[in-house]
């Protein structure tokens, strides 16, 4: 070995290849190797963590905005029921001694449906009669005697003329006078006694023409509910006996209509509806009526509603269910897009992690989390609604003025939006 002094502050490398220079070429050898694979290895490292970062990139799903025609309705369940329907009953107590229809008989107004024992109100009928004629031979009775009273009168009056005031006397006289006005109102009081006897009589006859129940209107029997025989008993309430529907040719059906739709629903709209009976059939109606009052079951509040109802065929009939579609607004040549675009919000990341994103060295550092905090979908200036449109692969929002939706798609108007462009409903992350 070299006995040549080593400055201490002379390099190892330089003192290596000064004593040993195979040793030195060894020694530089190896570290370029290391330093190659530690390359070789940040290479792949960056390769992989790109490629990784390229596959959870967000994938996103679009639809076209499309100018068409949109119809808004309004959904609402019911019964049908007759136009005017009427409760028959009796208001009289008795016996039913016949029964003239049957459910589904077409009954005329006036016809006769059913018939009472008669032979009690005959009788009383009977009775107030010759109560009336006895009655008006009172008024004869009381109209001879107010005419004898006067003759009797005169009389005495001609005879105190013819004998100067001597006979007969002033007592005789008066009592003549008030013997007639006695008359006179005997003849009164038989009067009114015959008034109130053909008042009697005419009752007595009414109870008998009830006696016989008769259709208030043209229609159908939709019930009976009386057999021959029955008792009716009419002292607290009439009882009912029959149930009649007046012209099924036009009905009515009367749909609750839930407390968030009623503000859209008006008298004049059309709807048409389909019941369970028909599968597959739509019939046609129009909204004629929307109660302010309230109805609420099961906590749910709704207003009941009425539309008129053409049955020319006579195949709905009174209380089927139906589910009718209230058409509460048309837009015609409009643009539409779906309501999931409305909904839409693209995950929004840090300016600091996109400036990293374009460096190699942060590629092999860990990343915090991306800030996928959503803004609202109508969250921009003068808070109306935004969309989202690609545009070199990256969403941009395109504010536009929302008007009426059926549900799934809505009318919307902006400046930079035209039909057939896309607009993203949803975004999906590659399984990395």
Do not use: C
């Amino acid at each position: 070995m070299s006995n040549t002094p080593v400055d201490e502050k002379e390099p190892l490398a330089r003192i290596v290849a000064a004593e040993n220079p195979a040793r030195f070429l060894g020694l530089s050898s190896r570290v370029w190797v290391i330093g190659a694979l530690v390359i070789a290895m940040l290479l792949v490292g960056a390769f992989y963590l790109r490629s990784r970062n390229a596959a959870s990139a967000p994938q996103y799903i679009t639809e076209e905005v499309v100018r068409g025609n949109l119809t808004v309705t309004v959904s609402a369940t019911g019964n049908l029921q007759p136009t005017n329907q009427v409760d028959v009953g009796s208001e009289l107590s008795g016996i039913v001694e016949s029964v003239l229809v049957d459910d589904n008989d077409r009954v005329r107004k006036g016809q006769l449906l059913a018939q009472l024992d008669l032979s009690r109100l005959n009788d009383q009928v009977a009775k107030s009669g010759a109560e009336l004629a006895s009655a008006e031979a009172q008024v004869d009775q009381m109209q001879a005697t107010v005419e004898e009273s006067r003759i009797n009168l005169a009389r005495l009056r001609q005879v105190a003329e013819l004998s100067g005031g001597k006979v007969p006397s002033k007592a005789e006289l008066d009592t003549a006078q008030a013997t007639l006005q006695r008359a006179v109102a005997n003849e009164a009081g038989a009067r009114a006694a015959v008034t109130q006897a053909r008042a009697t009589l005419k009752s007595d006859q009414t109870n008998l023409d009830k006696a016989s129940i008769r259709s208030p209107i043209d229609g159908v029997v939709l019930a009976r509910k009386v057999e021959p025989g029955q008792t009716v008993a009419a002292s607290l309430q009439a009882p009912v006996l029959f149930t009649l529907a007046e012209n099924l040719a036009q009905m009515e059906l009367q749909v609750e209509v839930d407390e968030a739709d009623v503000g859209q629903v008006r008298a004049g709209q059309p709807a048409n509806f389909s019941v369970d009976a028909y599968a597959g059939r739509k019939y046609p109606a129009h909204l004629t009526r929307v109660g302010y009052g309230s109805e609420t079951k099961d906590g749910v509040v709704s207003y009941k509603t009425i539309l008129k109802v053409t049955n020319d065929d006579l195949s709905l009939r009174p209380g089927m269910t139906a589910t009718a579609e209230i058409t509460t607004a048309m837009r015609e040549n409009v643009l539409l897009v779906s309501n999931a675009a409305l909904r839409f919000t693209p995950p929004f990341k840090s300016g600091s992690d996109d400036k990293q994103n374009d460096s190699f060295v942060s590629n092999l550092l860990p990343k915090p989390p991306a800030n996928t905090s959503s803004k609202p979908a109508n969250a921009v200036k003068g808070g109306a609604q935004q969309v989202w449109v690609l545009r070199d692969g990256q969403p941009v929002a395109v504010p536009v003025s929302v008007g009426v939706t059926n549900g799934r798609q809505t009318e919307v108007s902006g400046g930079e939006l035209k039909p057939g462009m896309q607009v993203i409903t949803e975004s999906v992350v590659a399984q990395k």
